[in-house]
């Protein structure tokens, strides 16, 4: 609970630096987003790799397919980064970017999920008759 309003506290002085800072230097302002930001998922590392422990132990035990959990994996941190990366861009006033940003991340995705769509799919060929 104390990792929370840390990364509150932080998110809280990056905010209030990046509105005291905007008006006089953007180009500055948004490099002090980019960093609070940075900091803010640098403190979350221990509860991600908490996550992937935790994930990596229940495949471990229920004998699925490493591969397939290894592509979900994948596709929530493209999104992770996406999302992070696009709200940078419509922070700095280019939405264009932004846009363009979340459907290659979109298109990514795809392609990473194409094994999980392809087992699913190999699996209900075995079921139907």
């Known amino acids: ?22 008006p ?9 987003s980019i960093v609070g930001s940075i ?8 509860g ?5 422990n935790t994930m990596t132990s229940f495949v471990e035990k229920t004998g699925l397919n490493t591969g397939l959990f290894a592509c979900v994996l994948k596709i929530i941190g493209v999104g ?11 922070n700095a006033g280019n939405s264009c970017i932004a846009e363009v940003i979340n459907l290659a991340g979109k298109i990514t995705i795809l392609v990473i999920s194409l094994p999980i769509i392809k087992s699913l799919i190999e699996i209900i060929m075995e079921i139907l008759p």
């Open 39 to 46: 900091i803010i998922l640098i403190s979350c590392v221990d």
């Open 1 to 22: 609970m104390t990792e929370l309003f840390k990364i509150i506290g932080i998110g809280f002085l990056t905010l209030i630096a990046y509105l005291i800072i905007k």
């Open 48 to 52: 991600l790799m908490e996550i992937i």
């Open 80 to 90: 992770y980064i996406i999302e992070f990366s696009s709200s940078i861009c419509s």
């Open 24 to 32: 006089l230097k953007p180009e500055l302002a948004v490099f002090i």
